[in-house]
């Protein structure tokens, strides 16, 4: 009982936020291997076709998995919004709802994603800010234009973040450029780097 009560704990539930909710959802429902009936769907064989026994089998072992990413949907979504999905019969349905109903237009995300880009472009460390909250606030942004669609590299945010740093970091920034291969420099190495040099500098 106490398994079954975690298990129903980690269902994503729908909170508006439609990007952030469908990509924990969609990762939750591919952890218990029910991805494909909720995004090709189960398809029905046509009325009067002749179906062996181990079709048959498969076919009830999708419906049988469909059913079961309903039941997480539904379990997923708020009363308010599942009345108005109520009529849908197989999982694909209520996603492909979901998808129409809350992401938004494509023109509303390409407006959302300029903004996020300018916010990404003139970011800066503040006076006083702590190499920790930075990283947190330009992974924040980093993470906001990823799921709007931008393909954004580490990379870029690690020379985002080199060029952005305050005066008292020019010496490390200097030393990391010079002596790393920044293609293959990982941001938890940069961060590990850049704090060793703030423990330095506060010491």
């Not at 995004?39 to 079709?55: K, L």
């Not at 300029?114 to 970011?123: M, N, P, R, S, V």
């Not at 010079?178 to 190495?189: G, N, V």
Request: glycine share 4%; with cysteine; net charge neutral.
């Amino acid at each position: 009982m106490a398994s079954e009560n975690f298990v129903q704990a980690a269902i994503p539930r729908f909170d508006g936020h439609y990007d952030h909710w469908s990509m924990l959802m969609e990762n939750f429902l591919r952890s218990k291997e029910f991805w494909p009936v909720v995004s090709i769907g189960v398809q029905e064989p046509a009325t009067g076709t002749a179906s062996s026994e181990t079709q048959k089998a498969e076919l009830d072992s999708l419906r049988l998995n469909d059913l079961k990413a309903k039941n997480y949907l539904f379990q997923a979504i708020d009363r308010s919004i599942l009345e108005t999905i109520l009529g849908k019969d197989i999982s694909k349905q209520i996603w492909d709802s979901m998808k129409k109903k809350y992401q938004g237009t494509a023109k509303a995300k390409r407006v959302k994603l300029q903004a996020l880009c300018g916010e990404f472009e003139t970011l800066r460390m503040q006076g006083g800010e702590s190499v920790i909250d930075y990283f947190s606030r330009t992974l924040a942004i980093a993470n906001k234009m990823r799921i709007h669609g931008e393909k954004l590299e580490d990379v870029t945010i690690i020379e985002k973040i080199l060029r952005s740093m305050t005066t008292k970091f020019n010496y490390i920034v200097c030393s990391i450029e010079e002596s790393k291969d920044i293609d293959t420099f990982s941001l938890d190495e940069l961060q590990g780097s850049l704090l060793v040099h703030e423990q330095k500098i506060n010491q």
